[in-house]
């Protein structure tokens, strides 16, 4: 026994050993795309359950807090608000008409409704990534509600990101705004369409996001046209808005323009998301 | 054996603050790195194994939930670990300017393998724009929480240091 405790690896193979051991993980999960698998399911179910409630404690404190900050600016807005409200409803009704006559002219056309209404599942924002440089965050939700990897991830109205990661219990999603995120996105006003990237710095300085390659052939393009996903991503379904154009310049070949993007959510302040569980067919074989 | 389960509990409620309260109360979109002073004090408290160990499983942690490959920040924090672990001959407790340059040094430099691993291989050369915007402000928040999480690192691995001589005493 006591001749056993004395005997010890030095510490310099140990290293090598491990080394070698997150050198070969950097490869097969690069080159295969693999994910951690039983690791997922091991830390989903220690660190996701402690997440969720330090999130929960602090997101009650935070609420409570702004809730007394806000009231003041609520209640004016609450005014202003109102009367958009009247002004609205009395537009409403003339798109009720519009809209139950366009219905009428599908129907004779015998057209699917463009976008069908996907199926979503609602979920909480627990964690965000510990280092400063990308934006990634995890969701409560997971394999067991039925999500997968490139799911596409919804706030309001607008598009989060793409499910990169799950666990049985998680889920990690890249927001559009991480370094690393291109879309493929169009103009809703003239259908042409463009990449778009995120950005570390311009997120940073202007909290926008960028766009490039747009062929916009007609100049049609203006500042504040809506962009949405296109139809030629593999990943991400048809017509979700990103964001609005903010800036828009040609590129040096004359052909191309790009600019920066207005993105459609508050990436700071996200704390519920939707997933929609209906994803691209990337035309794919399913085995 | 007590000691691995506090080591262990150290370790998982840095991560869970790091990813949870602490992105509350970040500065303009920047949070401290609280698992690079654990792992970089364990290494100059404990010698490069331990530094080694930690830094290993913590940098495991952040692959697994936020990492787009396995194992790259586990091959970092190992190392960085390990390096620390080289300085235990110089450290005294009393003297807290060692430790707070190898923690910022530890952190710059973490930070410097991120941007050239990640960042500069897919051809993003705004160097400076990353160091003034990302390195820095990253390493002031981060030297900050020092002062308070390394005194209480400190005070654990002294109370564990000093139960454990006194087991071993009782066999002597």
Redesign the interface.
Known sequence: MKRKSKFKIPSKYILMFLSAVCGIAIYVSFTMNLSGGPLNTVAGYVFVPMQRGINYVGSFLIDKADNLKNLKSVMAENQELKAQVDALTSELNTIKLEQYELDNLRELLALDQKYPSYEKVAANVISKDTGNWFSVFTIDKGSKDGIETDMNVIAGSGLVGVVTDVGPNYAKVRSIIDDTSKVSGMLTTTSDGCIVHGDLQEMNENQNILFTDLKDSDDKAAVGDPVVTSYISDKYVQGILIGYINTLEVDSNNLTKSGTLTPAVDFEHIQEVLVILDKKDSGETKK | MKRKIIVILTV?IC???????F??LSF????P?L?IIVTSSFGFMR???EG??IG?FSG???????G?????Y??LY??VG?TN?LFRKMFFPEDIKLPMILISASDVIC?LF??FF??LF?R?F?FD??LI??II??LVYTILVTIFLYFILLKINQKLEMTEKRSTGKFV
Do not use: C
Not at chain 2, 15 to 21: A, C, G, N, R
Not at chain 2, 60 to 66: A, P, R, S, T
Not at chain 2, 68 to 72: K, P, R
């Open positions: 998982i991560f869970l603050l790091q990813s949870t309260i992105k509350f303009a979109s920047i949070s790195n698992l010698g490069k194994k080694m160990v290993f495991l942690l952040i692959d697994i939930f936020y787009s490959v396995i194992g790259l586990a091959l190992m190392y390990y672990g930070n991120v941007y990640l960042f897919r993003k705004a724009y990353y915007h990302i402000p990253e």
